[in-house]
């Protein structure tokens, strides 16, 4: 009956390849731990390489749904947050016209005209919105100013 040897003995007993194989392996997990990969290239991963294209591929699909929700929603929620401006100027130009305050001032109109000349101001700023590049009012062609300018719309554009 042959006794193995334990401890310092076992070294000897182990074939140089198999320590190189060993330490080879411990740096390869070494690298995944540090890296978070399994392996350096899609060649290494054998056969899962094609599982792991299509996880990359549905994660970068859920990744591009989940900003165009997120965008969405910002524009949703300054859409309504401009909604309820809007309203808020209604009420306000609705009340500014009951006063009878209809005295002409030094430019020759009245209280009520200027408040009424500076709300319509107002909502085509809330009209002409633009968010990251793109109108918030103008539908489908998102790229096209939904409203012309105060200037354009009372003096024109000029051409006659």
């Known amino acids: 009956m042959t006794i193995s040897s334990y401890g310092s003995g076992a070294y000897r007993a182990a074939t140089p390849n198999r320590l190189v ?6 740096t390869d997990l070494e690298r995944q731990l540090a890296t978070q990969q399994r392996a350096e290239s899609y060649g290494d991963l054998g056969t899962d390489r094609l599982t792991s294209l299509d996880l990359n591929a549905k994660i970068s699909t859920l990744d591009s ?3 165009g929700i997120t965008r969405g929603n910002v524009n949703l929620q300054l859409s309504s947050k401009a909604v309820e401006n809007y309203a808020k100027l209604t009420t306000e130009t609705v009340n500014d016209t009951r006063s009878n305050t209809y005295i002409p001032s030094s430019t020759g109109r009245s209280a009520p005209q200027v408040l009424a000349e500076e709300k319509f101001k107002q909502t085509l700023d809330l009209l002409n919105t633009q968010v990251n590049g793109r109108y918030l009012f103008s539908g489908k062609t998102s790229d096209v ?8 719309i009372i003096e024109g554009d000029g051409a006659g």
């Open 65 to 67: 749904w989940l900003e």
């Open 145 to 152: 100013q939904p409203t012309l300018g105060y200037t354009e």
């Open 21 to 26: 194989s060993t330490r080879a392996d411990l």
